[in-house]
C-alpha cells in the first residue's frame, strides 16, 4: 500500500510578517530614541532583540502567525496588540533580572524607554496594515485566494456563501456546492450564489487535484451517517475540511467550543468574558471608570447638594437589581424620585411623573442620576457597557413573557448598553419595546469586542444629549 506524505507549507506571508514585526520593534526603537535626542548603543539593540525574542515566543501562545483566512484584519491587529501587551511586562522584568535597564538607562532616558513601548506596537501596527491593505487589493484581483466548497445545499450553506462573497479581503473563494443527496431533497441554489453544483466524487477530485484548499460541511446534524461517509472519502486528500453544525435554529450566544475530558463541546448560551476578553473588559472598566470618576467628583458633589436642598429623604438612592448570572446586586443612584421602591412592584417613570423631585427630571433626562454608579463599576459588579440592569420586579414579569431574557445576565449589566444608543432607552411601556431591548442585548453579548464598547461609549454622549425618552 502506497503511502502519501502530507507536508506542512509554511506561509510566506507568515514569514514577511513575523520580519515586519522585527522591523517594527528596532523602527520604534530607533524612533522613540530620536524623540528624545538618545543614540541607540549595545545595550539598547540588546533590548530590542530581547523583545524580538519574548515577542515571537508570545506569539506563539496567542497564535498571532496562524493562518488568518476568512478572519477580519481588526481581529489580527487585536491579537498582535494583545501579544506585545502580554510580552513587555515580561520584558521590563528580564531588564531587571539580568541588569539591562543600568546600561540602558545611559543611554535612553526613562520617557524614551516608555516611549518605545509606545512606538514599537504602533509601527507593527502600521506595518502589518500596510501589508494587509496591500493583500488586499491582490486578493481582491483573484491572487492568492483559496479555492473552498461546500458539502450540501442547503440554507445555511447559502449563507456562508454569501459571508465569503461579502468578504473578498478574506482570501477565500467559493467554487461550488457539493451534494449526493436526491434533487428533491436539497434546496435550490438562489441566484444570487455563486459556484457549480456537483456530487462528491467531484469534490474528491478537485480537493485531489488541489483545486480545492478548504472544505465546509453544511449538512443537518441529523445526517450523521452521510456525513461520516462524506468525511471518510475526503481523508483520501489533503484539504482541511470544517463541521458547519446547524446552530442557527437555536439563539446562539456567544458559543465556543471547549473540551471535555478530551471530548468537545460547543456552548450555545455562554458568558463572552473569559481569558484575554474578560481581562481586556475589566481593564477598559477600571481605567475609564476611574477617568471619569476624577472628572465627574465635582459635579457628584454639587449633584448631591442639590437632591439634599430640594427635597427630603436621602441623597443616594439603593435598589436592588439583578447582576451578573442573575445574582442580586445593589446599584447605586441619585435620589431623583420622593419615593423609593424597592419591593414586589415598581412603577418605572413617565413623561411629566408627579412622584419627580423638583430636579429629577433634569437629573433623569441628563443622565446625571446615573453617575454613582460608576462606584459599581469600580467594585466590580457593574460594567461601563451592558445590558442595563432592570428593576427585580420587571425581570420578574418579563422573563416570563419573553423568551431569552433572562440571557442578558450572562454579562455584568452596564451604565450604558447597545439597546440605550440605538434608540431603545427610558420606559419600556409595551412588550415590543422589551423585546427590541433584549435583542440589542443579545446582540451585544454575541458581537462584544473592545471597540464596540468604545463605539458605545461614543455614542453614548450623544444620546445623552438628545434627552430622548428620557423621563
Known amino acids: 500500500m502506497s503511502s502519501r506524505r502530507i507536508q506542512q507549507h509554511t506561509s510566506l506571508l507568515a514569514i514577511i510578517l513575523r520580519v515586519a514585526d522585527v522591523v517594527g520593534i528596532f523602527a520604534g526603537l530607533y524612533l522613540?530614541?530620536?524623540?528624545?535626542?538618545?543614540?541607540?548603543?549595545?545595550?539598547?539593540?540588546?533590548?530590542?532583540?530581547?523583545?524580538?525574542v519574548m515577542f515571537h515566543l508570545t506569539a506563539e501562545i496567542t497564535g498571532l502567525y496562524r493562518s488568518w483566512h476568512g478572519v477580519s484584519g481588526e481581529?489580527?491587529?487585536?491579537?498582535?496588540?494583545?501579544?506585545?501587551?502580554?510580552c513587555a511586562p515580561g520584558l521590563v522584568l528580564l531588564g531587571f533580572l539580568f541588569d539591562m535597564l543600568g546600561p540602558l538607562n545611559a543611554e535612553l532616558t526613562r520617557g524614551g524607554a516608555l516611549a518605545w513601548l509606545a512606538t514599537a506596537p504602533a509601527c507593527m501596527l502600521a506595518l502589518r496594515t500596510a501589508l494587509r491593505l496591500y493583500q488586499r487589493r491582490r486578493r481582491a484581483?483573484?491572487?492568492?485566494?483559496?479555492?473552498?466548497?461546500i458539502v450540501g445545499c442547503t440554507e445555511i450553506?447559502?449563507?456562508?456563501?454569501?459571508?465569503?462573497?461579502?468578504?473578498?479581503?478574506?482570501?477565500?473563494?467559493?467554487?461550488?456546492?457539493?451534494?449526493d443527496r436526491p434533487e428533491e431533497r436539497r434546496a435550490a441554489k438562489p441566484d444570487d450564489v455563486m459556484g457549480c453544483v456537483g456530487n462528491i466524487d467531484e469534490l474528491v477530485r478537485q480537493a485531489a487535484d488541489g483545486r480545492v484548499h478548504m472544505i465546509y460541511i453544511t449538512l443537518p446534524l441529523r445526517a450523521e451517517n452521510r456525513i461520516k461517509t462524506v468525511l471518510a472519502r475526503?481523508?483520501?486528500?489533503?484539504?482541511?475540511?470544517?463541521?458547519?453544525p446547524d446552530f442557527y435554529v437555536y439563539e446562539l450566544l456567544h458559543s465556543r467550543w471547549i473540551?471535555?475530558?478530551g471530548l468537545p463541546a460547543v456552548s450555545i448560551f455562554e458568558n463572552p468574558f473569559y481569558g484575554v476578553d474578560g481581562m481586556v473588559k475589566r481593564i477598559l472598566d477600571v481605567s475609564i471608570g476611574s477617568l471619569l470618576l476624577l472628572g465627574?467628583?465635582?459635579?457628584?458633589?454639587?449633584?448631591?447638594?442639590?437632591?439634599?436642598?430640594?427635597?427630603?429623604?436621602?441623597?443616594?438612592?439603593?435598589?436592588?437589581?439583578?447582576?451578573?448570572?442573575?445574582r442580586p446586586i445593589d446599584v447605586w443612584k441619585f435620589r431623583s424620585m420622593k419615593v423609593c421602591e424597592n419591593g414586589a412592584v415598581v412603577t418605572q417613570a413617565k413623561k411629566n411623573d408627579s412622584r419627580l423631585t423638583p430636579i429629577g427630571g433634569f437629573l433623569r433626562k441628563t443622565s446625571l442620576d446615573e453617575l454613582p454608579q460608576l462606584f459599581n463599576v469600580l467594585e466590580g459588579t457593574m460594567s461601563l457597557v451592558g445590558p442595563r440592569p432592570h428593576a427585580n420586579a420587571h425581570n420578574e414579569h418579563f422573563r416570563k413573557q419573553i423568551q431569552g431574557y433572562m440571557l442578558r445576565h450572562?454579562?455584568?449589566?452596564?451604565?450604558?448598553?447597545?439597546?440605550?444608543?440605538?434608540?431603545?432607552?427610558?420606559?419600556?411601556?409595551?412588550?415590543?419595546?422589551?423585546?427590541?431591548?433584549?435583542?440589542?442585548?443579545?446582540?451585544?453579548?454575541?458581537?462584544w469586542s473592545p471597540w464596540l464598547d468604545l463605539k458605545i461609549l461614543f455614542r453614548t454622549v450623544f444620546t445623552v444629549l438628545k434627552r430622548q425618552n428620557a423621563y
Not at 234 to 244: E, N
Not at 299 to 311: D, E, G, H, R, Y
Open 259 to 261: 473540551n471535555v475530558g
Open 32 to 52: 522613540a530614541a530620536s524623540l528624545f535626542g538618545m543614540k541607540v548603543g549595545q545595550a539598547g539593540i540588546t533590548a530590542a532583540i530581547s523583545a524580538v
Open 296 to 326: 465627574a467628583a465635582v459635579p457628584m458633589a454639587i449633584v448631591a447638594l442639590a437632591v439634599k436642598l430640594t427635597s427630603r429623604g436621602p441623597v443616594f438612592f439603593k435598589q436592588k437589581r439583578y447582576g451578573l448570572d442573575g
Open 234 to 244: 475526503l481523508a483520501d486528500t489533503t484539504a482541511s475540511v470544517y463541521l458547519v
Open 157 to 179: 450553506g447559502f449563507q456562508l456563501a454569501r459571508n465569503i462573497e461579502k468578504a473578498p479581503w478574506s482570501g477565500l473563494r467559493t467554487v461550488g456546492f457539493f451534494d
Open 75 to 86: 481581529r489580527e491587529l487585536f491579537c498582535a496588540g494583545m501579544t506585545w501587551c502580554l
Open 141 to 149: 484581483k483573484g491572487h492568492n485566494v483559496r479555492g473552498l466548497a
Open 410 to 447: 450572562k454579562v455584568k449589566p452596564g451604565i450604558t448598553g447597545l439597546a440605550q444608543v440605538s434608540g431603545w432607552r427610558g420606559e419600556t411601556d409595551t412588550l415590543e419595546k422589551m423585546e427590541k431591548r433584549v435583542e440589542c442585548d443579545h446582540q451585544y453579548i454575541r458581537d
